[in-house]
Every structure is written in C-alpha cells, then in structure tokens.
C-alpha cells in the first residue's frame, strides 16, 4: 500500500541481492519483510539478530546525510 507519492518499493529479493553483495557473510541469512506503523521506512529481519530498514522516499543521500 503506498504511503508516500512517488514512494519506493523495497522487496525481500532486492534486500536479499543488496545484503549479498554488500555483505557476502550474511548471504545465508533468512530475510523476512517486517510489518510495521511506520511510514518512513521499510524494516527487513535478517536472520534472528539484525534488522536493515530501507527509505520509502527518494531523496538525494548527501541531503539525507546533511539533515542528520
């Protein structure tokens, strides 16, 4: 359902092909989709320990990193 115009869709296989080869060691993890209020971010488990969350809004990233 879309939140946001213009709004990203994030999918457990683009976060599975991200992790990999950002992160081969994690690879194997199970990735799962988190439900969430929120209307920001996508939440993604990955494994049992780790969460990665994925902006649902396009925005330049040294914007982003400005406004932190």
């Known amino acids: 359902m879309e939140m ?3 709004q990203l869709v994030v999918t457990v ?15 194997d993890l199970d ?9 920001v971010n996508a939440l993604f488990r990955i494994g049992n320990e780790l ?4 902006p649902l809004q ?3 990233p040294e914007v982003i990193r400005s406004a932190l």
């Open 4 to 6: 946001h115009p213009g």
């Open 51 to 54: 969460v990665a969350r994925f």
């Open 13 to 27: 296989p683009m976060v599975r092909r991200l992790v990999a080869s950002q992160f081969p060691e994690w690879a």
């Open 58 to 60: 396009p925005d330049d």
């Open 31 to 39: 990735i799962q989709s988190v439900s969430s209020a929120g209307t």
